[in-house]
């Protein structure tokens, strides 16, 4: 075995006391460079509270046994983009500005946003934690996140998809469903392989499998928890890698939020609701993002001021405090906020409606989001109250040394019940 020549060698040359040959080995770790821990925030989209189980999710269950978890209050719409939006930013969607996976702006006349909208406007209010860790000197790396492709802070129309002044992390990739959560790892640990000079200090990495499984099947059906134990199969291997590596690593477990089981005798089609000609429909689903035609704002506003069975609809200005929603421009004229379990649909459904939906009211019990982390940073074994994800981002300005920013929608007490 060559290590313990090795570490006499460097320990002369360093010139630490050269322990004598009589006395064992030091662990393999102690003859590498040191390397300061890395901090990954990693995305599982749709993955609840309760999936963390021994039997379902066994690396993360020893990740919280080790670290800290808790569930999670996502923000309102309990949808993809605002809420890993949020997570990545901490603003709620309606102060980021990404208040819905389809949304639209006055700026903006005739366009609609999409989940695939990488024009920095929609995107520019909200600074995201990766940028302002390249501001503080923490070089950063995205292999997936909602945002992370757009050029941030980028104005004017693309050029060949550059926006003038756009920025992204110094390493990201565009968004490729067919990359496994397996290749995924490996372009984590891939990065982390590189000389300090050019190795990320904060990575963010995505999984999107157990949200698509819980959409076809249903929240806690076998097919969902199967896709949870192959994202956790894949986050065990990244603890095994880092450790092969010998790079310490604090890892930040999130989900953006929960899911719900629909069926086909819960659906509200909204050509019952509001006369034909009166709407248009941005979103429908667990809530419908409603607009008025041209000059039938009094004739819409009429009919959802009616009470509605398994729904509640209201102007954007009435949308209940506790939402936090409704201030924003691109905010709808009327959101209509079904029960958890119904679905809002433009007309009566053709075919059978299965599987699960999420998008609800934030506290609702089946809305809420799995936390995990663990890594030198973190307490050991403790369970947090439940905190808003707006505390995420504050907990990684922290963790990476960049100063509180006041100007976010605060931290929850989160980072200072989590931390060492
Ligand atoms: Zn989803």
Not at 85 to 110: F, H, L, Q
Not at 307 to 318: E, F, G, I, L, Y
Request: hydrophobic content about 45%; charged content about 20%.
């Amino acid at each position: 075995m060559r290590i313990p020549t090795l570490f006499v060698a460097l320990a002369g040359l360093s010139g630490c006391v050269v322990h004598s040959e009589a006395v064992a080995p030091p662990p393999a770790a102690a003859v590498t460079e040191a390397k300061a821990p890395v901090t990954i925030l990693i995305g599982v989209d749709g993955a609840r509270p309760d999936y963390l189980s021994p039997a379902i999710a066994p690396n993360l269950s020893r990740l919280a046994a080790d670290g800290v978890s808790a569930s999670m209050q996502p923000s309102f719409p309990t949808k993809t983009f605002p809420n890993f939006w949020t997570i990545a930013t901490g603003v709620r969607p309606d102060k980021s500005g990404i208040v819905g996976n389809r949304m639209e702006d006055a700026a903006r006349p005739g366009e609609t946003f999409t989940m695939d909208s990488d024009d920095p406007f929609w995107w520019n209010t909200a600074k995201p934690i990766w940028l302002a860790a390249e501001e503080g000197g923490v070089r950063s790396a995205t292999l997936f996140w909602p945002g992370s492709e757009v050029a941030w802070g980028g104005t004017g129309k693309a050029d060949h998809g550059v926006y003038a002044g756009g920025r992204h992390a110094s390493d990201w990739q565009a968004f490729n469903q067919a990359i496994t959560a397996e290749q995924r790892v490996d372009g984590v640990i891939d990065w982390l392989r590189r000389p300090a000079a050019t190795r990320p200090r904060f990575v963010t990495v995505y999984f999107d499998d157990v949200d698509v499984a819980g959409h076809d099947h249903g929240p806690g059906a076998p097919e969902t928890l199967a896709a949870m134990t192959r994202v956790d199969a894949a986050i065990g291997r990244l603890q095994r890698d880092l450790s092969a590596l010998g790079q310490p690593a604090n890892l930040v477990v999130v989900a953006d939020h929960g899911m719900a089981a629909i069926a086909t005798d819960r659906v509200i089609p909204f050509d019952r609701i509001a006369p034909a000609g009166s709407y248009r429909l941005i979103e429908t689903g667990p809530y419908a993002a409603v607009e008025p035609m041209p000059g039938q704002q009094a004739a819409l506003a009429a009919a959802l001021a009616e009470p509605q069975q398994h729904m509640q609809c209201w102007p954007k200005a009435q949308v209940p405090a506790r939402l936090r929603y409704g201030t924003n421009p691109r905010a709808p004229s009327f959101l209509c906020l079904a029960e958890i379990g119904w679905m809002i649909a433009p007309t009566a459904p053709t075919r059978p409606v299965t599987g699960g939906a999420h998008g609800y009211d934030n506290a609702a019990p089946d809305m809420q989001a799995l936390f995990v982390a663990g890594g030198p940073a973190f307490r050991s074994g403790v369970t947090l109250p439940p905190f808003r994800n707006i505390a995420i981002h504050p907990l990684l300005r922290r963790m990476l040394g960049l100063p509180a920013d006041p100007s976010l929608d605060g931290d929850d007490g989160m980072a200072g019940r989590a931390l060492r």
